[in-house]
């Protein structure tokens, strides 16, 4: 059916204008002022509201086996609550163990969300081992349309990669010209650190932190870089927490290694002191990289103002609290991960726009449109164009709420923002121009969403013109 979306203040990476939004089969059909419509359409008001690209999460973890136990949503949970917050698509890290074969784990992270997820979706696929097998199964897995792959140079023995490994990952990756986004932290460090820390009779939480110092950050943020320059491959560094990890990025930037940097939610609203609370309330603030000291978020959200943070990402990773319990006696055996799927926009709109401290563009641009460049959607994802999907965000501005695990769709048993405030929530949330979410509730089709297959953009062809356009 067709949608009309009438009087909105359509706003988009670069402009801001009155108009309508005829949609049909699924895509943008007309923008413009005063347009009518068939009788049969569908039409929503728009006025006083804003008009977003629907957002795009570029890192969630969803179907994930971890530290001794599996994150907590399902597609279906998870997509539902993206939805609720305004995303509509997300990239969610493809990551099979160390001792399972890629191209198993990949069909099976495809299984588990074919069919179930009510947004669209794609995957970053990890590369947990590299073996004479893998080089045939990454190659058959980007012909399969996942033009992304992720390393972890953290988590020793489990989902990190040596640097032989990491090298022939990005040498495979520069061929076929598709980008790496990485996990940068020393490995080797956390390891001794952790042991170093337990053997003082350091067990609890607040002791995550110390474990994972700026410098393990740095050290594999630069050396990730220096990877990138030997093979040539484009890299993209996630959940990027600290200034000085910032600094190494951006000096590899400025000598010309194509590297792009995505910094979490997480880490521009928390610092180390939720990390530092006492028991079960510190655990929940559990992450990695971890919460920084209080003078680095002011650091990132300048940063993402200046385009040097390039996006925004949840890294979404829902343990509830008593996985979290696991570690009660031993901070090494917390699993890692704070949920914020369901609160990103919502909350980098309300402390960033709202605040002053994040241009509405720029805003846009590092929540959907910038996402969608860097890996292969644009402008059929994170545009609002004539022809691109109609996936869209009417946002109210005026409602006002606060995050609480009690009202949240995720599924998990805390929010780690419990009690913040939110001004702005979406009032309805279009899937390829059906309404999914409305208001604060999920209103659609369960399994409306699809797999985004992907091309490659970063081969030594195509990186010239098209890939830069692109990139912006
Ligand atoms: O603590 C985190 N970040 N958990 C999820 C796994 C990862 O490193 O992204
Ligand atoms: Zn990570
Ligand atoms: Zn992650």
């Known amino acids: 059916m067709a949608l009309l979306i009438r009087g909105g203040e359509i706003v988009t990476a670069e402009s801001r204008s009155r108009g309508d939004i005829f949609i049909e089969d699924e895509t943008i059909a007309h923008i413009g002022i005063d347009l009518t419509a068939p009788p049969e359409t569908e039409v929503v008001d728009a006025t006083g509201k804003l008009i977003f690209p629907g957002f795009i999460d570029p890192h969630v973890h969803i179907h994930l086996p971890f530290m001794a136990t599996f994150a907590k949503d399902t597609h279906a949970t998870a997509s539902k609550a993206a939805l609720i917050g305004g995303t509509t698509t997300f990239i969610e890290m493809c990551c099979p163990s160390r001792n399972e074969d890629a191209l198993d784990g990949y069909n099976i992270w495809k299984q588990k969300a074919e069919g179930n997820s009510a947004c669209d979706y794609a995957f970053h696929m990890a590369v947990t081992r590299y073996d004479s097998d893998t080089e045939a199964q990454l190659r058959e897995i980007v012909r399969d349309g996942t033009a992304s792959f992720k390393v972890f140079l953290a988590y020793k023995n489990f989902f990190g ?41 350091k067990t609890g939480p607040e002791w995550h ?5 700026e410098a393990v950050e740095v050290e594999g943020t630069s050396r990730f870089a220096t990877f990138l320059e030997q093979t040539g491959a484009t890299g993209y560094v996630v959940h990027l927490s600290c200034a000085p990890a910032l600094r190494a990025a951006v000096e590899a930037k400025l000598r010309g290694v194509k590297i792009y ?34 003078r680095n978020p002011p650091a990132l959200w300048s940063a993402l103002q ?19 319990l696991l570690g009660a006696n031993n901070f090494t055996q917390i699993p890692n991960g704070i949920p914020g799927l369901e609160d990103r926009v919502n909350l980098m709109y309300t402390y960033g726009v709202k605040r002053g401290t994040l241009d509405i563009h720029r805003f846009v641009d590092a929540l959907s449109t910038r996402p969608a460049k860097l890996f292969g959607l644009f402008p059929r994802k994170g545009s609002i164009s004539v022809g691109a999907d109609a996936d869209l965000v009417i946002y109210d501005p005026k409602y006002r709420g606060m995050i609480s695990a009690a009202t949240q769709h995720s599924n998990n048993d805390y929010n780690g923002f419990e009690g913040f405030a939110i001004e702005g929530r979406p009032s309805h949330v279009t899937v390829r121009g059906k309404v999914q979410a409305r208001d604060g509730v999920f209103v659609g089709e369960p399994g409306r969403g699809r797999m985004l297959r992907r091309q490659p953009q970063y081969g030594a062809r195509q990186v010239s013109e098209e890939a830069l356009t692109h990139v912006g």
Request: net charge negative; with cysteine.
């Open 209 to 213: 932190e110390p474990s994972r110092p």
């Open 261 to 294: 940097v995505e910094s979490v939610l997480p880490h521009f609203l928390l610092d180390k002191s939720y990390a530092e609370r006492h028991g079960v309330e510190g655990m929940k603030h559990v992450m990695s990289p971890p919460l920084r000291d209080r």
């Open 306 to 324: 200046a385009g040097l943070i390039d996006t925004v990402g949840t890294d979404h990773c829902p343990f509830d609290i008593e996985q979290k």
């Open 161 to 201: 990669v040596n640097d032989e490994e990491l090298f022939q990952t990005l040498q495979l990756a520069a061929e076929l010209g598709v980008i790496t986004t990485a996990h940068c932290e020393n490995a080797e460090l956390v390891s001794q650190l952790q042991q170093l820390l337990l053997a003082e009779g």
